[in-house]
């Protein structure tokens, strides 16, 4: 296990997820979490909400697929990718997001939470 580039998101599916298959019989599921962080600054309580992307690969992909919808409860354990492509008219552009080695999405009938490892 590499501890040294490790996340744990536990947020709300923002938007329905969006899934590909690859020609090479992969496949990847792209979703947001949203998260809310709560602190006092100055005796005043403060919401911060964060978007993250994830990418989920294969198997976890598929469940992905099937269990997550927008407005769901999700917890996200995986590591951080920074990467850059070229846009279609050329700019230079960077995106980091998580990729997901195990998903645990919130069942909505138990509140509970069922784990899906990464191959």
Known sequence: MNLKNRVILIGEVVAEPIYREFMTGKSLTRFSVKTVDTFKRDKEVVKETMWHNVAAWNETSETAKKKLFAGCE????GHLVNRKYTDKTGV????????A????????DTNNYQMVKRA
């Open 92 to 99: 230079i552009r960077f995106v980091t997001e998580v990729v």
């Open 101 to 108: 080695d195990t998903i645990l999405p919130q069942t909505a």
């Open 74 to 77: 999700v917890v996200v354990d």
